[in-house]
């Protein structure tokens, strides 16, 4: 069964750091782009940042975020990850993870329809 897990989620400070990961299971990971993506109540799901599975991955990351999330993958561990700083209470969100099969870089990456799995979410909220 091919399963996505999101962790790492949680209540922080403005300010503060987390780190979210996903597991994937069922499917090997190096061959699919990683995306993450977010949403927050009333708003619609945003793309935060992705990553292609090429060596050295590509990365795209959303305005808003740059310089202060840093994407990254462990394909050894099957393993994704969003390290997130400086946390702001707009950062605030559901937070799920999705992996598309691919051969290299693209920019549909940023569109959530080309992702074939997804995550069940992991709900990061940023206390002022």
């Known amino acids: 069964q091919f399963r996505l897990v999101e962790s790492g989620g949680g209540l922080v400070q403005s300010g503060g750091s987390l780190r979210l990961s996903c597991v994937a299971s069922?499917?090997?990971?190096?061959?699919?782009?990683i995306g993450w993506f977010r949403q927050s109540p009333g708003k619609e799901r945003e793309p935060v940042s992705c990553i292609s599975n090429d060596d050295p991955g590509r990365i795209s990351m959303l305005d808003s975020v740059k310089g202060r999330f840093t994407i990254s993958r462990d394909d050894a561990k099957n393993t994704a990850y969003l390290q997130m700083n400086s946390l702001k209470p707009e950062d605030a969100g559901i937070y799920y993870c999705?992996?598309?099969?691919?051969?290299?870089?693209?920019?549909?990456?940023?569109?959530?329809?080309?992702?074939?799995?997804w995550g069940q979410g992991t709900e990061v909220t940023v206390s002022s």
């Open positions: 999705a992996a598309h099969r691919a051969q290299t870089f693209s920019n549909a990456f940023w569109k959530d329809l080309v992702y074939d799995y």
């Open positions: 069922g499917f090997t990971l190096a061959n699919y782009a």
